[in-house]
């Protein structure tokens, strides 16, 4: 079964810093794109960050450019962003998406996990 | 970036009704936009690519056409687990941008 799942949300401060995972399985996890894609409560979708498969290439969004960082370890198949100086508007839910190909649509998802930016 | 705007925001209608929801965007996008339908606590699960392509599992009676700014996603007969959110998404360019959704309800 072609599996994402997303871990590492939680309730933090404004600057705090936070580190996202997705673990993929049941697919060639380093053979695709794959996306960080993050909906405020009660908002639409917004696409955070992209890795290449190979992991050589990133792309981010504006409002994240210089604090969020996307990364990829082959060896355990996992998907990484590092979120530093973390804003209230920051406020989501994170899913992990896999693109369907390079610059593809988003076939897969995970279940997604919640990152709460408050004092 | 590329606006996606979608209408209706919402739809009511009635199990076995045709829903027919839109998608224009700002700039040509070719035929790269993606559909999704979106529940209550979930992911949103991909129903079209390309335009016109079903995903892999997604049942004929969903149906998307278009090209270049104007789209659209078209369920022929609704069945109950229809109803739900659904947004368009495009992969003309970076950043990938969604529409803000049209919502089909039970009327």
């Known amino acids: 079964e072609v599996r994402l799942v997303e871990s590492g949300g939680r309730l933090v401060q404004p600057g705090e810093s936070l580190r996202l995972s997705c673990a993929g399985s049941g697919f060639r996890f380093n053979g695709y794109a794959m996306y960080w894609i993050r909906q405020a409560p009660g908002k639409g979708l917004e696409c955070v960050s992209y890795?290449?498969?190979?992991?050589?290439?990133?792309y981010y969004t504006d409002s994240v450019k210089g604090r969020f960082t996307v990364s990829r370890d082959m060896s355990t198949d996992t998907l990484y962003l590092q979120m530093n100086t973390l804003r209230a508007e920051d406020t989501a839910v994170y899913f992990c998406?896999?693109?369907?190909?390079?610059?593809?649509?988003?076939?897969?998802w995970g279940q997604g996990t919640m990152v709460t930016v408050s004092s | 970036e590329i606006v996606l705007t979608q209408s209706p925001a919402t739809l009511s209608l009635s199990p076995g009704e045709r829903a027919t929801l839109s998608c224009r965007a700002s700039?040509?996008?070719?035929?790269?936009l993606a559909w999704y339908q979106q529940k209550p606590g979930q992911a949103p699960r991909l129903l079209i690519y390309?335009?016109?392509n079903r995903a892999t599992g997604i049942p004929a009676r969903f149906s998307g056409t278009g090209s270049g700014t104007d789209f659209t996603l078209t369920i022929s007969s609704l069945d109950p687990d229809d109803f739900a959110v659904y947004f368009c998404?495009?992969?003309?360019?970076?950043?990938?941008?969604f529409g803000g959704g049209t919502k089909v309800e039970l009327k």
């Open positions: 998406a896999k693109g369907r190909n390079s610059f593809g649509a988003f076939d897969i």
């Open positions: 890795v290449s498969g190979g992991g050589f290439a990133t």
């Open positions: 998404q495009h992969r003309s360019n970076w950043p990938p941008t």
């Open positions: 700039q040509s996008v070719s035929d790269y």
């Open positions: 390309d335009a016109s």
